[in-house]
């Protein structure tokens, strides 16, 4: 029984190693640019005392841009480049929480933290697609708990801060985007037909936006 496991694991990997290839290629590249956006804003300031606004444009933008990204029928050129701009825009929303961290330590232990925490879902996540299980149930039980953080996040901007909540909120969304490696990861060895650049676009996205809302929480984590 598990020789026949074995057998269809190694043949699924072998089926899907150009696309996961080319989703962490993509991943890779996309990180790269966020992070250098992060330490060109750090130095210059590209958006100190921005106007309420623009940061509204800005929030806009971005969702056009991820509407863009998961949009079929797009060339992956296109979708690239669409990825380029979503990774520079959010490097420079990241920025802003790290001009508030004097500790260089804090933004390398988040960094360092949020690959370690990658590193283990993913695994886990292979480990689990290797024992034949399929965790398509999971996506609106994700989804719930995402639109319910992002309900929390909006009644937080009309209420006192508080330190504790902020704590376990932080905790629970780097419970859930962990949850969203492991998703991701099964959905794409398990769902996806490998075909086009629609699903290389598509994965290294989901994995982008799980590595980048970790790493923004652990830095919230520091913070406090």
Aim: proline residues 2%; aromatic residues 12%; contains cysteine.
């Amino acid at each position: 029984m598990s020789g026949n496991k074995l057998a269809n694991f190694s043949k699924l990997l072998r089926e899907k190693k150009g696309l996961m290839l080319c989703i962490f290629l993509t991943l890779t590249f996309q990180l790269i640019v966020t992070t250098l956006t992060m330490k060109y804003d750090y130095k210059y300031q590209l958006l100190e005392k921005q106007s309420l606004i623009v940061v509204i444009l800005g929030i806009v933008c971005l969702f056009g841009l991820l509407y863009l990204l998961i949009l079929p029928g797009i060339p992956f050129v296109v979708k690239q480049l669409l990825f380029v701009i979503f990774s520079v825009m959010f490097g420079l929303v990241l920025s802003q929480s790290i001009h508030a961290i004097k500790d260089p330590k804090i933004i390398e232990g988040a960094a360092f933290a949020t690959l370690i925490n990658f590193a283990l879902m993913f695994i886990v996540g292979m480990v689990i697609v290797y024992m034949g299980y399929d965790l398509g149930w999971m996506g609106v039980y994700l989804l719930i708990g995402l639109f319910i953080l992002i309900a929390v996040g909006f009644i937080r901007l009309f209420t006192p801060e508080s330190p504790m909540v902020n704590k376990v909120i932080s905790v629970v969304s780097i419970i859930l985007f962990s949850a969203f490696i492991l998703y991701d990861t099964n959905n794409i060895l398990l769902k996806t037909t490998g075909n086009g650049g629609n699903d290389c676009i598509r994965g290294g996205l989901n994995y982008y936006l799980d590595i980048i809302n970790i790493f923004s929480n652990y830095l919230d984590l520091g913070k406090k």
